[in-house]
C-alpha cells in the first residue's frame, strides 16, 4: 500500500539554524498538509498546499515557515532560525480528490537545542 | 469555539471488552467528514474510520465502527473485543467540505488495555 514518507526521523539542531524537513506525499495526491505535535500535545494544523501554492494556513505558521514542492515529488517545510519551542513532531500528510482521508507520514521529531 | 472536543483525556477498559470513545464537534457547514485516528506510542498516525455528513448509515471498519448521531453533532468510535494493541492515543478529526483544505483535531484520548 503506498505511503507518506518522512525524512529525516528525527532531527537535531541548534538554536537559531535553519531546518528543511522533507516529505514524499503519496504519488497520485493532490493535497499536501503539514501539522505539528507538541510532546503530549494535540495535533496542530500549520498549513495546507494545493495546485504548488499555499491554500491555508494557520496562526503558527508564521514568516519562519515556509513549504516548497520543489519537484513532483517532493514537498518540504523549511524553519529559518528556529526557537526551542519548534521542538516537536512535524507530521505531513496527503490525500486524494474528494472526500478522501488524510494519510500521514511516520513524522520527523524535531529537537531544538 | 472548539471545533472538535473529545472530553475524554485517558480510558481504561479491559481486554476483549468493548469502550466507546467520545468526540462532539461543531459546524455549521452542512457537509463534512469525520475521521479517527490512532497513535501509539511510537508517534505514527494511523487512519481507523470515515463518516461522511450525509452518510445513512454508520460507519464500520473492522472492530472498529463510528456511532454518529447528526442530531447531537457527535462521532463516538466505538472499539469492540479491545486488545492489547489498542492501547494508543485517539483522536478525533473533522473536515469541513466548504473548507476543505483544513483539519480541525481534537485533543484525544489515551486509551489503555488492561490484560
Known amino acids: 500500500e503506498p505511503e507518506v514518507t518522512q525524512t529525516p526521523s528525527h532531527q537535531v539542531t541548534q538554536m537559531g539554524q535553519e531546518v528543511i524537513l522533507r516529505c514524499v506525499p503519496i504519488?497520485?495526491?493532490?493535497?499536501f498538509y503539514w501539522y505539528r505535535q507538541i510532546l503530549g500535545q494535540k495535533v496542530e494544523f500549520l498549513v495546507s498546499?494545493?495546485?504548488?501554492?499555499?491554500?491555508?494556513k494557520s496562526e503558527i505558521f508564521d514568516d519562519q515557515f515556509s513549504v516548497e514542492r520543489p519537484d513532483g515529488s517532493n514537498f518540504t517545510l523549511k524553519i529559518r532560525s528556529t526557537k526551542l519551542e519548534d521542538s516537536a513532531m512535524y507530521f505531513c500528510?496527503?490525500?486524494?480528490?474528494?472526500?478522501?482521508?488524510?494519510?500521514f507520514g511516520d513524522g520527523t521529531r524535531l529537537s531544538i537545542l | 469555539a472548539q471545533k472538535i472536543t473529545q472530553t475524554q483525556p485517558g480510558m481504561f477498559v479491559q481486554e476483549k471488552e468493548a469502550v466507546t470513545l467520545d468526540c462532539t464537534y461543531d459546524?455549521?457547514?452542512?457537509?463534512?467528514?469525520l475521521f479517527w485516528y490512532k497513535q501509539p506510542s511510537s508517534g505514527e498516525m494511523i487512519f481507523l474510520i470515515y463518516?461522511?455528513?450525509?452518510?445513512?448509515q454508520n460507519a464500520t471498519e473492522g472492530r472498529y465502527s463510528l456511532n454518529f448521531q447528526k442530531a447531537r453533532k457527535s462521532a463516538n468510535l466505538v472499539i469492540s473485543a479491545s486488545q492489547l494493541g489498542d492501547s494508543a492515543m485517539y483522536f478525533c478529526?473533522?473536515?469541513?467540505?466548504?473548507?476543505?483544505?483544513?483539519?480541525?483535531f481534537g485533543s484525544g484520548t489515551k486509551l489503555n488495555v488492561k490484560p
Open positions: 500528510a496527503s490525500r486524494g480528490d474528494g472526500d478522501q482521508p488524510q494519510h
Open positions: 504519488s497520485n495526491h493532490l493535497y
Open positions: 478529526a473533522m473536515r469541513e467540505v466548504y473548507n476543505f483544505n483544513k483539519f480541525y
Open positions: 459546524t455549521s457547514d452542512p457537509s463534512y467528514g
Open positions: 463518516q461522511g455528513s450525509y452518510d445513512q
Open positions: 498546499f494545493y495546485n504548488n501554492e499555499i491554500s491555508e
